[in-house]
């Protein structure tokens, strides 16, 4: 069986390449998600619906999730410093393209090439990070740098950006970002080594974490919480502004109380999840629920609204941690070679979410689309103690955090 090959090798980097890699991450996820703060304004100017404008998120997930399992297989022997150079390419394009657009159809288009840099980034990034850094730095400290450009385009990535686009217009915030990817262009030509593969992924090792058991029940609580997550969280800002009637710098500033309760949730989740990663999905899971329950009642008063913002970032920003350590802890022989797959289904799992939410709030409105989205929670919590059963694991020596 092969290998994936990057995270085995010895470092090769320095500071300065994985915190270029770190950047990288911030402008690909604030490229991903800066349309959820903006889907207003986007819907207003092409004239469409705000459900419509919606595929500005799905697309990229579809995107991202066939990109990542099949570039994983296509790169075969190419350096993957020049795959991330090429990936940063098409995001700089992607955004340039996206401040321009004039129609839906460009900016799709714009969206798609996106996905191909998200997929393909995220189905290498993990892997490679420990050969970024420098030689003394442990690979799960390296990758909790890399996951930390996450955090901070949740944090300051799309609130800024959404407060740019109220002061300058939206595509000015998508302008910037591919001004951004020019300069982090030149820091990867200048900063990461050359990263040449000692083995390839096979099309036969993708499904290696479906076909585990514990990381199959996993996936399963991961995907029904993350669906209900972003069928969603997508609409938030329609939400605050149709529903509730903030104004858009309220808007920005409950976004970023979402992004700041959020990495506390990451930091919470690397804590909580190396004492008993069942028990914190669950944690995650119950907090959900109370989110999408209180939302429609009391979100459209300030105070409300940032009191269920914060329980809302917190809960999400401690969901991505808590599954993919659920994954390390469960499954941590099959974790290199699944990974490509488990992040194309991840990808998938928003594309969907995206997807339905935009027809809920099409057809019904946005508190029809919170109570529905309780249900896949709820199957959620029931899978955590059922499926889950007997699957806790104090110790967690896998775990970035």
């Known amino acids: 069986m092969t290998q994936q090959p990057d995270e085995s090798s010895p470092n090769q980097g320095n500071w300065f390449a994985i915190l270029t890699v770190a950047i990288t991450a911030f402008a690909l996820v604030t490229s991903e998600f800066l349309p959820i703060g903006v889907l207003n304004a986007i819907a207003q100017d092409l ?10 998120i799905t697309l990229p997930g579809i995107m991202g999730a066939i990109a990542a399992p099949l570039l994983s297989v296509a790169v075969k022997q190419l350096d993957r410093r020049i795959l991330l150079i090429a990936l940063t390419v098409i995001m700089v394009i992607s955004n340039f393209i996206t401040g321009f657009a004039e129609s839906f159809a460009l900016l799709l288009f714009s969206r798609f090439l996106l ?9 290498t ?16 400290k390296a990758t909790a740098i890399v996951m930390a450009g996450v955090t901070l385009a949740t944090v300051l990535g799309v609130p800024l950006g959404t407060w740019l686009s109220d002061w300058l217009g939206w595509r000015s915030a998508f302008q910037i970002i591919a001004a951004i990817g020019i300069i982090i262009l030149v820091l990867e030509i200048k900063f990461l080594p050359k990263l040449p593969p000692t083995s390839a992924i096979r099309f036969s090792d993708l499904p290696a974490l479906i076909q585990h058991d514990k990381a199959r029940k996993g996936l399963i609580i991961i995907l029904l919480i993350g669906f209900a997550h972003f069928s969603s969280y997508s609409y938030l800002a329609p939400f605050f502004k149709n529903h509730a009637g903030f104004d858009p710098t309220t808007i920005s500033s409950l976004l970023l109380i979402y992004g700041i309760a959020g990495f506390f949730g990451n930091l919470f ?4 999840s190396n004492i008993n990663v069942r028990y914190t999905l669950a944690f995650v899971a119950f907090s959900f629920i109370v989110v999408f329950f209180s939302f429609p009642h009391f979100a459209v008063h300030l105070f409300g609204a940032y009191l269920l913002t ?11 941690t808590t599954a993919n350590i659920w994954m390390f802890v469960h499954a941590p022989e099959a974790v290199e070679k699944g990974m490509p797959l488990f992040i194309g289904i991840f990808q998938l799992m928003i594309a969907c979410g995206s997807l339905f939410g935009g027809y809920i709030v099409d057809h019904f409105n946005a508190n029809t689309l919170l109570y529905s989205v309780m249900i896949f929670v709820a199957f959620a919590i029931v899978a955590i103690f059922t499926l889950g059963r007997g699957l806790n694991n104090p110790k967690l020596p896998c775990a970035a955090n």
């Open 47 to 56: 004239k469409i619906s705000v459900g419509t404008a919606g595929w500005v």
């Open 115 to 123: 996905g191909i840099a998200i997929g393909g980034f995220w189905a």
């Open 125 to 140: 990034a993990i892997a490679l990070s420990g050969r970024v850094a420098p030689s003394h730095l442990a690979i799960a």
């Open 269 to 272: 989740a690397g804590y909580s």
């Open 310 to 320: 914060a329980l809302w970032g917190f809960a999400f920003g401690a969901f991505p």
